[in-house]
């Protein structure tokens, strides 16, 4: 419509911009999302579609873990079978008894910060996971761990939103914003400009580079990871199965490679094998040591895999943040700017609960959860001293 | 440590030739190739382990095949401190990684177990070759119909005949060889449909008649086509195909000049068990692009390597030649085999014939305007969508449908081909697209637009260049294991 | 005249030419599917021929998924038709 503009331009068509375009639609604002590939071109499309909980400690990205949950089943729950959504759970398992005791410790925390998770005998694991080696310690479920088909989620998404009239603009660069005084007032783009209300910044890992074409500083950064993928295979891995240390590997700050075993099965028959964590920019080569690795550790679990193939790999760039929280909410050093970014190895799971936190903040509605952890100023030199 | 001066990859004509001028250039050479015997797609013939006094059967430029193979056992066993080519068959290269200045090709067994995990090479000549270009049409995944290349393999490598009543169908001249070839072997050929009409040849008479060969070679075909009654009927194509768990026979079009399905003609349906389809050939690129080497989109829409005249890529040490810079056939691929030998032999400071390489610079230059009027003359009609339905499979490992596809695009806004893959899962199973990458990359465009390196390239990037085990994997030496 | 070897093939007993793939044995012994697709469960056998289509995947000796079109025959190879792998839990 001549001379009109939206409410919110979105940056970005990956799992934050489609979220963020299907709530604030919901919300009844107008929506335009800009996407410069095609959409669910960035890191959306180069991951796992883990809903995890059990990966998380007490604090806000557990709570945001939960909110999502909760959206995923509720609001959204109709929607699942678009997305593949299964509630298959999580099994965490110890190989050693040492790490059997730190497993129960984290679990007794975490069931004090309300997830819930019950222990796993070892005899017992066989029932969950018959293809796991038996020589483990125990294991830890998490009945609340899901799991959706991120692409299609994403896709989905930004087509419910479109038909509530929201505008998907693809192959359109932002390459600039519209400013008045402090005020971003819009964007401009290498296909126009577009005056907006809201600029939501959902740019993945590239949203520091956005921000800092808005003069403000939001750090995120690429965490490199490879995933797997097997040939088709009938049911072999049941739920989400992964060992211990990942919880250990999700929170550390180590630059080199660092691997950790997490596999699950599709419903196209696949086994997708992760993953690595390395701290090597926007580098696409492929490290053969670290593919090894992989897949020597899923092998020590699920030693039956052997002599299966692998149809391909793919690696992917996670957004990660210092502090390993995501960035949400309106920047008060340039408004009418929000930022969506940051959520490293959890993005596809926190992204509706991320989203419905954005728009409550850009409405002026009460926040479901307290949503200053995530505040876009928390990193700027003021705060830090 | 690099054990040799330069790995080939594939032992087709141009491997062939590039491996054996090399070492008798003086280099160090590994020939690293899928198939049990040397050869590749074009020189498959029966196992050397049980021979056949009728070897050569079927064959074309035979001579050519045995002098090469006589020069490689000579190789084999030449002294050390000479050239000299250690030949790896049956095993895939599934990973190239960087090793210093040189490469690391990553072999696995194609079946039993893998004698020689890794190749250590200075340089690479890449020969990958290619396989069959496809297009869905219903009732294409019935048993019976199969790639026209795969009917051939058959009889020339195994004297087997895939049916006993046969359509042959696509475009190309290579359409020929394997009808009659078929015929010879005692099988019924009920047409010949070729969809493209050979006028376009007579446009271009200069590229056709450059290479004298190939007028020689219509001269034979016509004569075989006469002998057998197979009727050749150009601008024709097979619209579907009929039968339960088995082809029982094809209905088929005719097309416009435009290329689009006529619908005022009708023609009965024709009962064959047999349907061997090709529409030309697609190059084998995941190992070029592996290597990062650029690439361009040829005339006939296929990705292909880029290379200077001296078949160099613009990656240092990495020099492609046969199919995989072009489709152009068997002599040009074992000229530009040749032709890569000479320069990685120059490139690593041994003399070559200066007139040798300038005869090979004019014959390749010659053989690929020849190869340029065919694929002019052979396109893929533009119609090809017109005889789809929705529920037509396009993607035979994934099961794909046209309707699945189309969904993705106008219900889920996919806009290009690899979000098309994403959504759909073109592309996605066992064979990661080769079959149906073509089809799916001009069903992810509006109908009618050319195929660009973007559309193409993302494609036919595959990590592994063929399926590894994990236990291959896990258990790989790599470069960063430092010296060994 | 070539060497004959024997085969089994879903425990009925065929033969060919030794050198042969196994798919040109199935081929010649007028078997042409040996595999069932995992979504629609519908038969396949030889497409491309030359061990890029991935459609002729064959259980040898107990082995799954081999491309029938590439390995060859042994005398007393045990051919077996099915569809996705089994795995073993002990590896
Ligand atoms: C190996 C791996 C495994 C993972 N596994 C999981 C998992 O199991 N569960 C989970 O929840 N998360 C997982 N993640 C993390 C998850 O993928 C990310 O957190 C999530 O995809 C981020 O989504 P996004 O929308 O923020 O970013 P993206 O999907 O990258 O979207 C950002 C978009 O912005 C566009 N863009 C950038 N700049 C511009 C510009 N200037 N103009 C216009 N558009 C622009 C990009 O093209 C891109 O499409 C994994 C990540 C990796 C790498
Ligand atoms: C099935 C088939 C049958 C054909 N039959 C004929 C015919 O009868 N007449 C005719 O004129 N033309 C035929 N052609 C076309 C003909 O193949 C080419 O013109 C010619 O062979 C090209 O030679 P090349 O050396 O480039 O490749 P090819 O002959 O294709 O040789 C390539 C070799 O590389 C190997 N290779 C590829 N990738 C790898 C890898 N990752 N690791 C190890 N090895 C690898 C392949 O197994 C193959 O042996 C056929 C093509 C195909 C696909
Ligand atoms: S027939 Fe295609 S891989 Fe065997």
């Given at each position: 419509?001549?001379?009109?503009?939206?409410?919110?331009?979105?940056?970005?068509?990956?799992?934050?911009?489609?979220?963020?375009?299907?709530?604030?639609?919901?919300?009844?604002?107008?929506?335009?999302?800009?996407?410069?590939?095609?959409?669910?071109?960035?890191?959306?499309?180069?991951?796992?579609?883990?809903?995890?909980?059990?990966?998380?400690?007490?604090?806000?990205?557990?709570?945001?873990?939960?909110?999502?949950?909760?959206?995923?089943?509720?609001?959204?729950?109709?929607?699942?079978?678009?997305?593949?959504?299964?509630?298959?759970?999580?099994?965490?398992?110890?190989?050693?008894?040492?790490?059997?005791?730190?497993?129960?410790?984290?679990?007794?925390?975490?069931?004090?910060?309300?997830?819930?998770?019950?222990?796993?005998?070892?005899?017992?694991?066989?029932?969950?996971e018959p293809h796991l080696?038996?020589?483990?310690?125990?294991?830890?479920?998490?009945?609340?761990?899901?799991?959706?088909?991120?692409?299609?989620?994403?896709?989905?998404?930004?087509?419910?939103?479109?038909?509530?009239?929201?505008?998907?603009?693809?192959?359109?660069?932002?390459?600039?914003?519209?400013?008045?005084?402090?005020?971003?007032?819009?964007?401009?783009?290498?296909?126009?400009?577009?005056?907006?209300?809201?600029?939501?910044?959902?740019?993945?890992?590239?949203?520091?580079?956005?921000?800092?074409?808005?003069?403000?500083?939001?750090?995120?950064?690429?965490?490199?990871?490879?995933?797997l993928v097997t040939e088709p295979l009938p049911p072999t891995v049941f739920h989400?199965v992964?060992?211990?240390?990942?919880?250990?590997?999700?929170?550390?700050?180590?630059?080199?490679?660092?691997?950790?075993?997490?596999i699950e099965g599709t419903r196209a028959g696949t086994v997708l094998i992760?993953?690595?964590?390395?701290?090597?920019?926007?580098?696409?080569?492929?490290?053969?040591?670290?593919?090894?690795?992989?897949?020597?550790?899923a092998l020590?679990l699920y030693p039956g895999l052997a002599p299966v193939a692998l149809m391909r790999?793919?690696?992917?760039?996670?957004?990660?943040?210092?502090?390993?929280?995501?960035?949400?909410?309106?920047?008060?050093?340039?408004?009418?700017?929000?930022?969506?970014?940051?959520?490293?190895?959890?993005?596809?799971?926190?992204?509706?609960?991320?989203?419905?936190?954005?728009?409550?903040?850009?409405?002026?509605?009460?926040?479901?959860?307290?949503?200053?952890?995530?505040?876009?100023?928390?990193?700027?030199?003021?705060?830090?001293? | 440590?690099?054990?040799?001066?330069?790995?080939?990859?594939?032992?087709?004509?141009?491997?062939?030739?590039?491996?054996?001028?090399?070492?008798?250039?003086?280099?160090?050479?590994?020939?690293?190739?899928?198939?049990?015997?040397?050869?590749?797609?074009?020189?498959?013939?029966?196992?050397?382990?049980?021979?056949?006094?009728?070897?050569?059967?079927?064959?074309?430029?035979?001579?050519?095949?045995?002098?090469?193979?006589?020069?490689?056992?000579?190789?084999?066993?030449?002294?050390?401190?000479?050239?000299?080519?250690?030949?790896?068959?049956?095993?895939?290269?599934?990973?190239?990684?960087?090793?210093?200045?040189?490469?690391?090709?990553?072999?696995?067994?194609?079946?039993?177990?893998?004698?020689?995990?890794?190749?250590?090479?200075?340089?690479?000549?890449?020969?990958?070759?290619?396989?069959?270009?496809?297009?869905?049409?219903?009732?294409?995944?019935?048993?019976?119909?199969?790639?026209?290349?795969?009917?051939?393999?058959?009889?020339?490598?195994?004297?087997?005949?895939?049916?006993?009543?046969?359509?042959?169908?696509?475009?190309?001249?290579?359409?020929?060889?394997?009808?009659?070839?078929?015929?010879?072997?005692?099988?019924?050929?009920?047409?010949?449909?070729?969809?493209?009409?050979?006028?376009?040849?007579?446009?271009?008479?200069?590229?056709?008649?450059?290479?004298?060969?190939?007028?020689?070679?219509?001269?034979?075909?016509?004569?075989?086509?006469?002998?057998?009654?197979?009727?050749?009927?150009?601008?024709?194509?097979?619209?579907?195909?009929?039968?339960?768990?088995?082809?029982?026979?094809?209905?088929?079009?005719?097309?416009?000049?435009?290329?689009?399905?006529?619908?005022?003609?009708?023609?009965?349906?024709?009962?064959?068990?047999?349907?061997?389809?090709?529409?030309?050939?697609?190059?084998?690129?995941?190992?070029?692009?592996?290597?990062?080497?650029?690439?361009?989109?040829?005339?006939?829409?296929?990705?292909?390597?880029?290379?200077?005249?001296?078949?160099?890529?613009?990656?240092?040490?990495?020099?492609?030649?046969?199919?995989?810079?072009?489709?152009?056939?068997?002599?040009?691929?074992?000229?530009?085999?040749?032709?890569?030998?000479?320069?990685?032999?120059?490139?690593?400071?041994?003399?070559?014939?200066?007139?040798?390489?300038?005869?090979?610079?004019?014959?390749?230059?010659?053989?690929?305007?020849?190869?340029?009027?065919?694929?002019?003359?052979?396109?893929?009609?533009?119609?090809?969508?017109?005889?789809?339905?929705?529920?037509?499979?396009?993607?035979?490992c994934e099961?794909?449908?046209?309707?699945?596809?189309?969904?993705?695009?106008?219900?889920?806004?996919?806009?290009?081909?690899?979000?098309?893959?994403?959504?759909?899962?073109?592309?996605m199973g066992w064979?990661?697209?080769?079959?149906?990458?073509?089809?799916?990359?001009?069903?992810?465009?509006?109908?009618?637009?050319?195929?660009?390196?973007?559309?193409?390239?993302?494609?036919?990037?595959?990590?592994?260049?063929?399926p590894?085990s994990l236990e291959?994997?896990?258990?790989?030496?790599?470069?960063?294991?430092?010296?060994? | 005249?070539?060497?004959?070897?024997?085969?089994?093939?879903?425990?009925?007993?065929?033969?060919?030419?030794?050198?042969?793939?196994?798919?040109?044995?199935?081929?010649?012994?007028?078997?042409?599917?040996?595999r069932s697709t995992r979504r629609?469960?519908?038969?396949?056998?030889?497409?491309?021929?030359?061990?890029?289509?991935f459609?002729?995947l064959?259980t040898?000796?107990?082995r799954p998924n081999?491309?029938?079109?590439?390995?060859?025959?042994?005398?007393?190879?045990?051919?077996?038709?099915g569809g996705l792998r089994e795995v073993d839990a002990?590896g």
């Amino acid at each position: 419509m001549p001379g009109t503009h939206p409410d919110v331009v979105v940056i970005g068509a990956g799992a934050l911009g489609a979220a963020t375009a299907w709530f604030a639609t919901r919300a009844g604002l107008t929506v335009e999302v800009v996407e410069r590939g095609s959409i669910v071109s960035g890191t959306t499309s180069a991951c796992e579609g883990n809903l995890l909980v059990s990966d998380k400690e007490a604090g806000p990205e557990l709570d945001l873990a939960l909110l999502s949950h909760q959206l995923w089943r509720g609001e959204l729950g109709e929607f699942g079978g678009l997305w593949e959504f299964e509630e298959k759970g999580g099994l965490v398992v110890a190989a050693t008894a040492g790490g059997m005791a730190g497993l129960t410790e984290l679990t007794e925390r975490q069931r004090a910060a309300g997830i819930d998770v019950r222990e796993v005998a070892a005899d017992e694991i066989h029932d969950f996971e018959p293809h796991l080696t038996p020589d483990l310690a125990g294991a830890a479920f998490y009945p609340q761990d899901c799991q959706v088909q991120p692409m299609l989620m994403a896709a989905h998404l930004l087509r419910l939103a479109r038909e509530l009239g929201a505008r998907v603009r693809t192959g359109t660069t932002v390459t600039g914003f519209l400013r008045d005084g402090d005020r971003v007032t819009g964007v401009r783009t290498d296909r126009g400009d577009i005056a907006a209300g809201h600029v939501v910044n959902a740019a993945g890992t590239w949203a520091g580079e956005l921000a800092a074409l808005a003069g403000v500083e939001v750090p995120v950064l690429p965490r490199r990871g490879f995933i797997l993928v097997t040939e088709p295979l009938p049911p072999t891995v049941f739920h989400k199965v992964y060992a211990g240390e990942y919880v250990a590997s999700t929170q550390s700050s180590d630059e080199g490679l660092q691997t950790s075993t997490v596999i699950e099965g599709t419903r196209a028959g696949t086994v997708l094998i992760g993953s690595s964590r390395e701290r090597v920019g926007f580098d696409r080569t492929v490290s053969l040591p670290a593919l090894r690795e992989i897949a020597g550790k899923a092998l020590a679990l699920y030693p039956g895999l052997a002599p299966v193939a692998l149809m391909r790999t793919y690696l992917g760039f996670r957004p990660y943040c210092p502090d390993h929280l995501p960035v949400i909410g309106t920047d008060p050093r340039a408004p009418g700017l929000a930022h969506v970014a940051g959520h490293e190895g959890a993005g596809i799971g926190l992204s509706v609960g991320s989203a419905k936190l954005l728009v409550e903040a850009m409405t002026g509605a009460t926040p479901t959860i307290d949503i200053t952890p995530f505040r876009p100023e928390r990193f700027s030199l003021q705060e830090v001293s | 440590m690099v054990e040799f001066d330069l790995a080939v990859v594939g032992a087709g004509p141009a491997g062939l030739s590039a491996a054996v001028t090399a070492a008798e250039h003086g280099l160090r050479v590994a020939l690293v190739d899928a198939g049990t015997q040397p050869g590749g797609q074009f020189w498959r013939h029966p196992d050397e382990q049980h021979p056949r006094p009728d070897e050569g059967r079927g064959q074309h430029l035979w001579s050519r095949f045995t002098d090469l193979r006589a020069r490689l056992h000579g190789l084999e066993s030449a002294a050390a401190t000479t050239g000299r080519i250690e030949l790896v068959s049956g095993h895939q290269v599934w990973f190239v990684e960087p090793a210093g200045e040189g490469f690391a090709l990553h072999l696995t067994a194609v079946h039993g177990e893998t004698r020689l995990p890794r190749v250590r090479a200075a340089a690479l000549v890449l020969c990958p070759g290619g396989y069959d270009r496809q297009l869905p049409v219903p009732g294409w995944e019935l048993p019976g119909v199969m790639a026209a290349g795969g009917v051939q393999a058959l009889l020339k490598a195994h004297r087997s005949v895939a049916g006993r009543r046969a359509v042959v169908a696509g475009t190309g001249p290579f359409l020929l060889p394997v009808a009659t070839g078929l015929a010879e072997a005692g099988a019924e050929v009920v047409a010949i449909c070729e969809a493209g009409s050979l006028s376009g040849w007579a446009r271009r008479p200069i590229d056709a008649a450059a290479v004298p060969s190939k007028a020689l070679e219509a001269v034979e075909y016509a004569a075989l086509l006469a002998k057998h009654r197979i009727p050749y009927r150009m601008r024709t194509v097979v619209t579907a195909i009929h039968g339960e768990t088995e082809v029982g026979a094809v209905s088929v079009g005719r097309l416009d000049r435009s290329g689009r399905l006529r619908t005022d003609v009708s023609l009965p349906d024709l009962d064959v068990d047999l349907v061997a389809f090709g529409w030309g050939f697609t190059p084998s690129l995941e190992l070029i692009t592996a290597v990062g080497a650029s690439t361009r989109v040829d005339v006939d829409e296929s990705l292909v390597a880029n290379v200077d005249d001296w078949q160099r890529t613009d990656v240092p040490g990495a020099y492609v030649a046969g199919e995989a810079t072009g489709v152009g056939g068997a002599l040009l691929a074992i000229a530009e085999g040749e032709l890569a030998a000479l320069a990685a032999s120059r490139d690593a400071g041994r003399p070559v014939s200066e007139a040798s390489v300038r005869r090979l610079q004019r014959q390749i230059a010659r053989g690929r305007r020849f190869a340029a009027a065919m694929h002019r003359a052979h396109p893929v009609p533009a119609g090809w969508q017109d005889w789809l339905r929705q529920d037509t499979t396009v993607c035979r490992c994934e099961e794909t449908t046209l309707g699945e596809i189309c969904d993705a695009r106008r219900e889920l806004g996919a806009t290009d081909a690899r979000t098309v893959k994403l959504l759909a899962r073109p592309g996605m199973g066992w064979c990661q697209g080769r079959v149906c990458g073509f089809a799916a990359a001009k069903l992810a465009k509006p109908v009618g637009e050319a195929l660009t390196t973007s559309d193409l390239a993302p494609l036919a990037k595959r990590t592994f260049a063929a399926p590894v085990s994990l236990e291959t994997l896990a258990t790989a030496p790599t470069e960063s294991d430092g010296a060994t | 005249m070539t060497d004959q070897v024997s085969l089994t093939f879903d425990g009925v007993a065929i033969t060919a030419a030794a050198g042969q793939s196994v798919g040109a044995a199935l081929t010649d012994a007028g078997i042409r599917s040996w595999r069932s697709t995992r979504r629609g469960g519908r038969p396949r056998g030889l497409f491309c021929g030359i061990g890029v289509c991935f459609d002729c995947l064959v259980t040898v000796d107990g082995r799954p998924n081999q491309r029938a079109c590439l390995v060859p025959v042994r005398d007393g190879m045990r051919l077996e038709s099915g569809g996705l792998r089994e795995v073993d839990a002990r590896g």
